[in-house]
């Protein structure tokens, strides 16, 4: 099965902000850049994160975009909307300890957000395109190798965040 990932444009929220579910706007001119950007076959069902950054994007490629919420961005509960140097060093830390089961501000744990993906992936029967976002493209990598969801969330975590705003990744 082939998918092609699509990041989202890049948000309108300042630098430095924890932003994870937040359902943010685009930045102006980013919807018009990226549209610009990608070329994508026809044809393909495309699926979409219902925030406002992948759906605003899937609107615009697709007549019937096909949202699911197991899409959306991590949440970092307290964190959300908080700026990163806010965040108090010693919950930065715990995370760090242990990525894959801590739930940042009390939100999702990267295992529960790979959980699901996983279930997302799973219901897949055909070649798709998919409007996310980075955590959610480094989970539906991993789960393209054929990792178990604790595998993806492990791998996820340990893969530094490289992937620009309207990126392209075909698995």
């Given at each position: 099965m082939k998918l092609i990932l699509v990041r989202h444009p890049q948000p309108l929220v300042a630098p430095g902000v924890c932003y994870g579910s937040t359902d943010l706007a685009i930045a102006p001119g980013k919807l018009e850049h990226t549209l610009a950007a990608l070329q994508l076959p026809a044809g393909l069902p495309l699926y979409s994160s219902p925030l406002r950054r992948c759906a605003e994007l899937a609107a615009r490629l697709s007549p019937a975009p096909r949202h699911d919420g197991r899409l959306a961005e991590?949440?970092?509960?307290a964190w959300e909307m908080q700026p990163w140097d806010a965040i108090p060093r010693t919950d930065i830390d715990a995370w760090a300890a242990d990525m894959v089961n801590y739930r940042?501000?009390?939100?999702?744990?990267?295992?529960?957000?790979?959980?699901?993906?996983?279930?997302?992936?799973?219901?897949?029967?055909?070649?798709?395109?998919?409007?996310?976002?980075?955590?959610?493209?480094?989970?539906?990598?991993?789960?393209?190798?054929?990792?178990?969801?604790a595998e993806m969330a492990l791998q996820a975590a340990q893969t530094a965040h490289q992937i620009p705003y309207g990126a392209t990744l075909t698995l």
């Amino acid at each position: 099965m082939k998918l092609i990932l699509v990041r989202h444009p890049q948000p309108l929220v300042a630098p430095g902000v924890c932003y994870g579910s937040t359902d943010l706007a685009i930045a102006p001119g980013k919807l018009e850049h990226t549209l610009a950007a990608l070329q994508l076959p026809a044809g393909l069902p495309l699926y979409s994160s219902p925030l406002r950054r992948c759906a605003e994007l899937a609107a615009r490629l697709s007549p019937a975009p096909r949202h699911d919420g197991r899409l959306a961005e991590i949440h970092f509960g307290a964190w959300e909307m908080q700026p990163w140097d806010a965040i108090p060093r010693t919950d930065i830390d715990a995370w760090a300890a242990d990525m894959v089961n801590y739930r940042p501000g009390g939100g999702e744990s990267v295992l529960q957000m790979a959980e699901r993906i996983n279930a997302f992936y799973n219901e897949l029967t055909t070649d798709a395109i998919i409007i996310c976002h980075a955590g959610a493209m480094r989970l539906l990598t991993a789960r393209h190798e054929g990792l178990s969801p604790a595998e993806m969330a492990l791998q996820a975590a340990q893969t530094a965040h490289q992937i620009p705003y309207g990126a392209t990744l075909t698995l």
